[in-house]
């Protein structure tokens, strides 16, 4: 195995913590954040990306930008954006995974 190259190209994690109570926080998984990540792993599974050496897309626990949030990171890279719908989630995808350009205007 060649430890100077990551196993993935892109690891792509989308938070899906849900906060309870009226007081609390606000939380990605109050946001579609599940679905906004079963509509990117079905897409990037549709274009052929998926797999080793390729694109993974993973759920995550809280990754600590709620306020910032929905968010999703994309690794190695550690770029981190927010979406609002799967429009935006199509252009992280078409944008990032596929061309390699930071989409700025989602960029948080």
Not at 11 to 38: I, M, T, W
Not at 44 to 60: F, T, Y
Request: proline share 5%.
């Amino acid at each position: 195995m060649n430890d100077d190259k990551p196993f993935y190209k892109h690891h792509v994690f989308f938070c899906l913590n849900e906060r309870e109570g009226k007081d609390c926080r606000p939380s990605c998984g109050k946001s579609g954040a599940e679905a906004a990540q079963q509509h990117a792993k079905k897409r990037v599974k549709e274009l052929g990306l998926n797999g080793p050496g390729q694109v993974r897309i993973n759920k995550a626990g809280c990754l600590d930008r709620c306020e910032e949030g929905p968010v999703v990171v994309i690794y190695p890279q550690g770029t981190w954006y927010t979406y609002v719908d799967n429009s935006d989630i199509d252009e992280i995808i078409d944008r990032h995974l596929v061309k390699g350009e930071v989409v700025e205007r989602l960029k948080i």
